[in-house]
């Protein structure tokens, strides 16, 4: 079966509130199951059976005066701590100790923002208490995700929680993670398998138009087979399923999920959910592609230090210019589906954004901070600053510009001292733009971003990833350009089936002889207008044999051997090419889906 990623430790039953639908709490504990002896031992059990992130929970564990030592026992064995509380218990000082004893995330369960919640809990004055716990928390350096649990009570405001989230803790939330019960203390409570999923398709589009990720709960998901396969393509990036996850107690598997590819890691249906209910409606996942996009590889702490930095090179006539590609953040308030990020994840810790800014300037790369969508972290400015402040004559910053429609911010960036801006929009027309990010309104703030950014000094690179949807409308973008953003270059990248997030999918990725007569037609446009039109020599951009001969002469340096990690091959056409060492070749996902045969030695 393999090893658990995450091990869930209950340290005491006993809670100081009393949610209506709670079947955990305890008035009372058994001393031998909360003595300190004892739930280090459940620590240490779960760490040697390979666990990376140990999970405190309860009741409520703050109502434990040796907290801190139990965070610092877990902690100490090399596990990363996430705390699951109520944050009632918390002030500043209890904050600072937990901090120090090593806590990283603290999952803080709430029955809503509203004068409802307090009647939830039933603890008069709770709500307002637990607000000056995520904030003592969020003072303290701790990562705040917040815990929203799928029952009838809450789910008329789990559309408003997002946007309430962000008025009332602007900025401290990183996360919101989704809990499916299926035993209630009132049956009533509980949700059918549609009904929930109608719940979350709700909030992960109101959470998406405000920038906060949301994932499932690992310990109570609702199994992915409660979406329709439309609807599980916007919330597969919700999962963290892996083969050998542990099996939940008191679940089955029924006949609907012998034909799904992810049922080695899924324990099935609840036996009280099909008690209640009935065999719910299920739609067993299909796809491999839905299979990779449910997956994670490690545990989420483990996945974002893998992810925080990405290297990669620019090939240039003076040589090899080498870019660290720093994810301040993961979530994004756009949803292209080409993105290959994980933007379910959690921010990395800012020790860890501010080392890995140290390491690239150490090194001399260019700094680019970059994200899901960079501009969501308020620390943002700061960033830039540090980066120069290490003597670096570049860093980038890669956004969708949607929240610089702040002139404001944008003010302070340059003042930062940022060097260039890559601004990506992929639409000559809202129409198409907002289609593409499938966010809707944000085509015309990402233009009055481009505006600010334009008043400025700051140069800027608009990149336009072609895609089948949009490939048409590239010429167009040319002629925007030089009409709105005389200054600006123009970036032609092509969508790439490069991770196994991203579709492999002929309505998203077209053929490169499909798409070259508008691109080509926008290169002449660019140097009748005057733009500057780039990018076909990146990871990004197209085989050198298939740009067109309107973008000029690319001389380039010769590639170093495997830097691509293997995600490009070469061809026998390659092989007779005088360019192939200057060229990344054929992306494999391209190979799989249109196969090799366009290709022409030069």
Not at 278 to 301: K, Q
Request: net charge neutral; aromatic share 4%.
């Amino acid at each position: 079966m393999g090893a658990p990623r995450v091990a869930s430790v209950v340290t005491n039953l006993r809670c100081n509130q009393a949610c209506t639908w709670c079947t955990r709490r305890s008035s009372r504990d058994d001393p031998a199951f909360v003595r300190g002896a004892a739930v280090r031992a459940r620590i240490d059990a779960g760490i040697a059976a390979g666990s990376r992130e140990v999970v405190l929970t309860g009741g409520e564990p703050t109502m434990r005066a040796d907290l801190e030592e139990i965070v610092a026992h877990a902690r100490a064995g090399g596990a990363c701590v996430t705390l699951e509380t109520n944050a009632t218990l918390v002030d500043a000082a209890r904050a600072r100790r937990l901090r120090d004893a090593g806590l990283h995330t603290a999952r803080v369960g709430i029955a809503g923002l509203g004068a409802d919640a307090d009647a939830r809990t039933r603890d008069p004055g709770g709500a307002e208490r637990a607000l000056a716990g995520i904030h003592a928390l969020a003072e303290a350096g701790i990562h705040i995700e917040v815990a929203w649990t799928l029952v009838r009570a809450t789910s008329p405001e789990a559309g408003d929680v997002p946007a309430r989230l962000a008025r009332t803790l602007p900025g401290l939330v990183t996360a919101i993670v989704l809990v499916y019960p299926v035993n209630a203390a009132s049956g009533d409570e509980l949700l059918r398998f549609d009904e929930a999923a109608r719940v979350v398709l709700e909030l992960e589009r109101a959470a998406r138009a405000q920038g906060i990720a949301v994932r499932m709960s690992t310990g109570d998901p609702l199994p992915p087979c409660a979406f329709t396969p439309r609807d599980r393509a916007r919330v597969a990036h919700l999962y963290a399923m892996t083969p050998g996850a542990e099996r939940r107690p008191a679940h089955t598997h029924l006949p609907a999920c012998d034909g799904c590819i992810v049922r080695d890691r899924c324990s099935g249906v609840a036996d009280a959910t099909h008690a209640r209910f009935g065999e719910p409606p299920m739609h067993p996942v299909a796809g491999d592609r839905t299979r990779r996009r449910l997956a994670i590889a490690s545990s989420v702490p483990a996945q974002v230090a893998r992810e925080l930095v990405t290297r990669s090179v620019r090939a240039t006539r003076a040589g090899l210019d080498e870019d660290a590609i720093v994810r301040v953040v993961f979530r994004c308030n756009q949803a292209c589906t080409f993105c290959f990020v994980s933007t379910h994840l959690p921010a990395a810790p800012a020790d860890a954004v501010e080392a890995a800014i140290r390491e690239a300037a150490a090194r001399g790369a260019r700094v680019v901070l970059s994200g899901g969508e960079p501009t969501l972290d308020p620390r943002l400015v700061d960033w830039v600053r540090l980066g120069k402040s290490l003597g670096r004559r570049n860093v980038c910053l890669q956004t969708n510009a949607v929240l610089l429609d702040d002139a404001s911010l944008v003010a302070r960036l340059e003042s930062a001292g940022l060097d260039e801006a890559f601004v990506s929009l992929h639409g000559a027309t809202a129409e198409t733009s907002d289609a593409v990010t499938e966010a809707p309104g944000t085509h015309a703030r990402t233009a009055a971003g481009i505006d600010n950014l334009c008043a400025t000094a700051i140069p800027v690179t608009i990149n336009f990833v072609v895609c089948e949807r949009n490939r048409h409308e590239l010429p167009d973008f040319v002629r925007l350009l030089a009409r709105r953003w005389p200054r600006a270059s123009v970036n032609v990248s092509f969508v790439a089936p490069s991770t196994d997030v991203v579709p492999r999918d002929r309505a998203l990725v077209p053929r490169y002889t499909d798409a070259l007569p508008a691109i080509a037609e926008a290169l002449l446009e660019a140097r009748r207008l005057g733009v500057r039109a780039y990018g076909f020599e990146s990871m990004c951009g197209l085989p050198l044999c298939l740009v067109p001969p309107e973008a000029g002469a690319l001389a380039l340096a010769p590639l170093p051997p495997g830097y691509d990690d293997g995600e490009f091959l070469k061809t026998e056409a390659c092989a007779a090419c005088s360019r192939e060492r200057e060229c990344w070749g054929l992306r494999r996902g391209y190979a799989e889906l249109h196969g090799t045969g366009e290709l022409r030695p030069l």
